[in-house]
């Protein structure tokens, strides 16, 4: 499989869609999942153009986890989670919908079920607000 630049992730990154951007730098942008499966669902790109973690350099992988480390932490201390889900999804049978590398921060609260994956869509005030409590979190 092949990497498609025309991803929307991709287009995210090339600043032609709009988004909730928590930290970016020269490698990676973080920004809030807008069909959250949690309050604080954030999502964690390296900007390198790969697929899923199948086809990506080592290099990025090791430089982006401290990243998603830092993220995680954040949106725990920011959410006033009880815990925190990283999930990573390799190919559309795994549940791969957006074909660009990234990792999903997912807090999870006590006694809280998770929602579905791709459900529905957060309220854009909502994700303003918490993309700058992670931020500052961070
Ligand atoms: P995956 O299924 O691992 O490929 O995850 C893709 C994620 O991207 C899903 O959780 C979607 O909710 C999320 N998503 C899709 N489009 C956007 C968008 N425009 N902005 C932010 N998140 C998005």
Known sequence: MTYDP???FAKILAGDI???KVFEDDSALVMMDIFP???????????????????????VLSAVMPLVQRVARAAKAATGADGVRVAQFNEAPAGQTVFHLHFHVIPVF??????????????????A????????AL
Request: net charge negative; proline share 5%; charged share 15%.
């Open 37 to 59: 499966q949690s309050r604080g669902h954030t999502l964690v790109i390296p900007k390198a153009a790969s697929r899923n973690l199948l086809d990506a350099d080592p290099a």
């Open 18 to 20: 709009p988004a909730h």
């Open 129 to 136: 607000t918490l993309a700058q409590a992670i931020a500052a």
């Open 6 to 8: 025309s991803n929307i």
């Open 110 to 127: 006590d006694g809280v079920a998770l929602g579905t994956h791709g459900g529905g869509q957060a309220d854009n005030a909502e994700l």
